[in-house]
């Protein structure tokens, strides 16, 4: 019988926490360390991929991601030994999408060759910004000399490159951004991760901004005005946003991530890595110790989730509508139905589909380019409709 997660797919994600240096916008879990154990890691990593495959026989892999903290530290022998595994473990799908985060620094890039050889064939490059100034501002050790050079390893290593860049940075007019964007889609990438500069409790820039002490930032209604020409410049160059803040050629959108949009099933492995995976017909929520010690001795003792409850019908209907509204395709109205035990309320629909924020007909719901600026308002609306 089919279950719900196969709407979705299945992948496993695999959490790298060590960095070089902590970026101040950042809010991941990540930590920096100068002696790191390659081979405990490994072997963790390969006890917990051996663990899930007794939970989750028979699966089909659909896609791979390593991400972090700075995954281009791997060596690239761990890199393989986990590929290895999976493909052990589990049956692997004929197009499986294996991606690794990466910082676009020469010591990082020098490894990519070796990460193609062990299966890698797609990279994610953090590039962020693309003048020397703004790096420095946002804590990252690369310049933009590195970032043109690593891409172009990149390009040569494999089949598929994405990068990101964040706008709406301290002193960044429009005017700036659109010629950063412009010069962006000149790079040839098939896929741009563009995301507007948040400020987050707990980070070095969320410090600062409390204290007065981050000059620079743009108004509200700059910002908006940004994320409209993203919109506008990307489409026109043949690189339509797919979801949020997710740009690509048509077919190559992250296959991984669109598993967690579409409400598939994956598995979290690594320190502070979430999960969603169906045992029985059950949907559980899983969640790994946070702190990389603690993780590692948890794994070595038992395994590495603090957390695995079930998720309500309901949560899970809260979630696929969370999650999937962020496509542009937006969600399957009879799937949230069968998740929900109920539907969404025509009347609901109807008004937000008149102020314009909205498009559905009887099989789907979408956020129009109008809505998306404003998506969490409309969810929740929708999700207070019940």
Known sequence: ???????GGFG???HWPF???KCPYCDFNSHVSDNVDQEAWLSAYLKELDRYSRLLPNRVVNSVFFGGGTPSLMQEHVVSGVIDAIAKNWTTANDLEITLEANPGSVEASRFQG??????NRVSLGVQALNNHDLKRLGRLHTVEEAQSALDIAQNCFDRVSFDLIYARQDQTITNWEAELSQALTMAADHLSLY???IEDGTAFGDRFERGLLKGLPEDDISAD??????????????AAYEISNHALAGSESRHNLIYWNYGDYIGIGPGAHGRVTVGGQKYATECHKNPKAWLDAVSSSDGESIFSSVSAADQATEYLLMGMRLTSGIDRQRFQRLAGHKIPDVTLG????????EFTE????????????????????????
């Open 12 to 14: 496993i994600y695999v």
């Open 351 to 358: 008004q937000l589909s008149e102020l314009g924020v909205i």
């Open 19 to 21: 960095c070089q240096s």
């Open 196 to 198: 507007q500069l948040t």
């Open 115 to 120: 990460y193609q050889t062990a299966g890698v």
């Open 226 to 239: 940004m994320f409209q020409i993203t919109q506008d410049i990307c489409a026109s160059a043949g690189m």
């Open 1 to 7: 019988m089919t279950e719900d997660w196969q709407n």
């Open 363 to 386: 099989s789907t719901i979408r956020a129009t380019e109008r809505g998306r600026p404003i998506l969490n308002a409309i969810l929740a609306e929708i999700a207070s409709s019940d």
